[in-house]
């Protein structure tokens, strides 16, 4: 019986997997070579299976990774969040009520509250966070995954798929379900709270955002959209670092790339710009910490918001409402608040200053443990998000004139920034640079070897 459906659906439904074979099974696949972007070390990629992972030797960063029908898997699971974030925005969210008097509010009404509470920044914070920057990811990423099967690559695909790895950070549709938990549990014992379709939607929509950025294969990705991978540089080294080879690993696609004599240049392969090192890595890294530690002040010393009841009206710090919900017997959300607003802030900034203090120092000196707690600093850093979206998700639920009703406070700008602030400084600093002294002494050694342009050793 003739398939009812015809044309490029049928393509999409009909496309062999052996359409996109991985790179390894590729007949032309020759041995890879890449740099690792921890610590900058020059390996070859080992052939990878599904579920497999490459890992540096050194300082064990995710080299690549291997997910079983990375392209059918991807573009299933970004449509799927698609549609669950189209339900998100289109049904109730929660509705809350107290003494006879209720609101109920749509998820984004979130963002919308804060700014007709003239808290533009704040609002636009949420908006692009939440909302804005995942849906821009997920369209990148059905474009791109829709342009591996068909026979010709559409339009401006290349410039989408390095799109995608600059986005990723800033997404934190999960730390907004945490947000939403936190605050039903600070008013579950003050007011009668119900779920809406969308509430149950936007996990839907968080969770599968999740598993679409780790089902995204890179590496089958760029190997895939340029039918091949270009050859490498002639005479590389493995076993000793990109930069003193006059070379760069790409961030975006992996690939190595010949600089210029003053350190810079571009990926032959998705046109990214090479560094040998981040320029003013360092002082850029400090500028922004500096600039959060001082922001960090009155994000503690003013309200984050103003809760009112009955007709009085109480500020609250974040230190206060730490202090109240303890008293008040609710431990769990005390401790959230207090990890996401006090330790990670404060342990972040105090773990950056280290690093930018230590790095031109004594590099090389422990350099995997200072690499680790880099890569703690860059996970940890979007979860102090959770404070201001728990006074954004409250501001824009509880809203019962004098009866009940909550505010933002000057300090949830100033928190805001500093999350941001952090998380910019982060991206900044360079962690190659914690290597550099172990780098230079062990190019010296014997273990290097050298493959031609075509990634064959001698």
Same mark, same amino acid.
């Given at each position: 019986?003739?398939?009812?459906?015809?044309?490029?659906?049928?393509?999409?439904?009909?496309?062999?997997?052996?359409?996109?074979?991985?790179?390894?099974?590729?007949?032309?696949?020759?041995?890879?070579?890449?740099?690792?972007?921890?610590?900058?070390?020059?390996?070859?990629?080992?052939?990878?299976?599904?579920?497999?992972?490459?890992?540096?030797?050194?300082?064990?960063?995710?080299?690549?990774?291997?997910?079983?029908?990375?392209?059918?898997?991807?573009?299933?699971?970004?449509?799927?969040?698609?549609?669950?974030?189209?339900?998100?925005?289109?049904?109730?969210?929660?509705?809350?009520?107290?003494?006879?008097?209720?609101?109920?509010?749509?998820?984004?009404?979130?963002?919308?509250?804060?700014?007709?509470?003239?808290?533009?920044?704040?609002?636009?914070?949420?908006?692009?966070?939440?909302?804005?920057?995942?849906?821009?990811?997920?369209?990148?990423?059905?474009?791109?995954?829709?342009?591996?099967?068909?026979?010709?690559?559409?339009?401006?695909?290349?410039?989408?798929?390095?799109?995608?790895?600059?986005?990723?950070?800033?997404?934190?549709?999960?730390?907004?379900?945490?947000?939403?938990?936190?605050?039903?549990?600070?008013?579950?014992?003050?007011?009668?709270?119900?779920?809406?379709?969308?509430?149950?939607?936007?996990?839907?929509?968080?969770?599968?955002?999740?598993?679409?950025?780790?089902?995204?294969?890179?590496?089958?990705?760029?190997?895939?959209?340029?039918?091949?991978?270009?050859?490498?540089?002639?005479?590389?080294?493995?076993?000793?670092?990109?930069?003193?080879?006059?070379?760069?690993?790409?961030?975006?696609?992996?690939?190595?790339?010949?600089?210029?004599?003053?350190?810079?240049?571009?990926?032959?392969?998705?046109?990214?710009?090479?560094?040998?090192?981040?320029?003013?890595?360092?002082?850029?890294?400090?500028?922004?910490? +500096?600039?959060?530690?001082?922001?960090?002040?009155?994000?503690?010393?003013?309200?984050?918001?103003?809760?009112?009841?009955?007709?009085?009206?109480?500020?609250?710090?974040?230190?206060?409402?730490?202090?109240?919900?303890?008293?008040?017997?609710?431990?769990?959300?005390?401790?959230?608040?207090?990890?996401?607003?006090?330790?990670?802030?404060?342990?972040?900034?105090?773990?950056?200053?280290? +690093?930018?203090?230590?790095?031109?120092?004594?590099?090389?000196?422990?350099?995997?443990?200072?690499?680790?707690?880099?890569?703690?600093?860059?996970?940890?850093?979007?979860?102090?998000?959770?404070?201001?979206?728990?006074?954004?998700?409250?501001?824009?639920?509880?809203?019962?004139?004098?009866?009940?009703?909550?505010?933002?406070?000057?300090?949830?700008?100033?928190?805001?920034?500093?999350?941001?602030?952090?998380?910019?400084?982060?991206?900044?600093?360079?962690?190659?640079?914690?290597?550099?002294?172990?780098?230079?002494?062990?190019?010296?050694?014997?273990?290097?070897?050298?493959?031609?342009?075509?990634?064959?050793?001698?």
């Amino acid at each position: 019986m003739p398939s009812p459906i015809h044309g490029p659906l049928v393509r999409l439904r009909n496309t062999p997997i052996s359409e996109h074979p991985a790179p390894e099974h590729h007949p032309t696949s020759r041995r890879r070579l890449r740099a690792c972007h921890e610590c900058d070390w020059v390996m070859a990629l080992p052939p990878l299976q599904p579920g497999q992972q490459a890992c540096c030797i050194r300082c064990g960063g995710v080299l690549a990774k291997r997910n079983s029908l990375p392209v059918q898997r991807c573009l299933a699971l970004a449509v799927s969040a698609s549609i669950a974030l189209i339900a998100a925005i289109s049904f109730p969210f929660i509705r809350f009520s107290v003494r006879g008097i209720g609101n109920q509010i749509e998820v984004t009404q979130t963002a919308t509250e804060m700014l007709a509470q003239h808290q533009p920044i704040v609002a636009l914070m949420v908006l692009m966070a939440v909302f804005v920057l995942p849906a821009l990811y997920l369209m990148a990423a059905i474009w791109v995954q829709i342009s591996l099967l068909l026979p010709h690559r559409l339009p401006w695909s290349r410039t989408i798929a390095r799109m995608l790895g600059h986005i990723t950070p800033w997404m934190m549709a999960d730390v907004f379900i945490v947000g939403t938990m936190v605050s039903l549990i600070k008013i579950a014992g003050l007011a009668e709270v119900s779920l809406g379709v969308s509430f149950w939607a936007f996990i839907a929509y968080a969770l599968l955002l999740l598993a679409t950025t780790l089902s995204l294969d890179s590496d089958w990705l760029w190997f895939s959209l340029s039918g091949g991978e270009p050859s490498a540089p002639e005479g590389i080294h493995t076993g000793a670092t990109a930069a003193s080879q006059n070379l760069a690993g790409c961030h975006t696609c992996g690939l190595i790339g010949r600089l210029d004599e003053h350190g810079h240049g571009s990926c032959e392969r998705c046109g990214e710009k090479l560094h040998a090192r981040k320029p003013r890595s360092l002082q850029y890294s400090w500028a922004l910490l +500096l600039t959060a530690a001082v922001l960090y002040i009155p994000a503690n010393l003013y309200p984050i918001m103003y809760t009112t009841s009955l007709g009085s009206s109480d500020p609250n710090t974040i230190i206060g409402g730490v202090i109240y919900l303890a008293s008040h017997g609710s431990w769990p959300v005390a401790i959230v608040i207090f990890v996401a607003s006090v330790l990670v802030p404060i342990g972040k900034m105090l773990a950056l200053a280290w +690093l930018c203090l230590v790095a031109p120092r004594a590099p090389g000196m422990r350099s995997s443990t200072r690499t680790r707690l880099y890569r703690l600093t860059e996970f940890i850093g979007r979860w102090s998000m959770v404070d201001v979206f728990v006074v954004a998700i409250l501001t824009a639920l509880i809203r019962a004139g004098a009866l009940m009703s909550v505010s933002p406070g000057p300090a949830a700008l100033a928190f805001a920034c500093v999350v941001i602030l952090t998380m910019v400084a982060a991206m900044c600093f360079d962690p190659r640079l914690l290597w550099d002294e172990v780098s230079s002494a062990k190019i010296k050694g014997s273990d290097a070897s050298i493959y031609d342009n075509q990634g064959r050793t001698p």
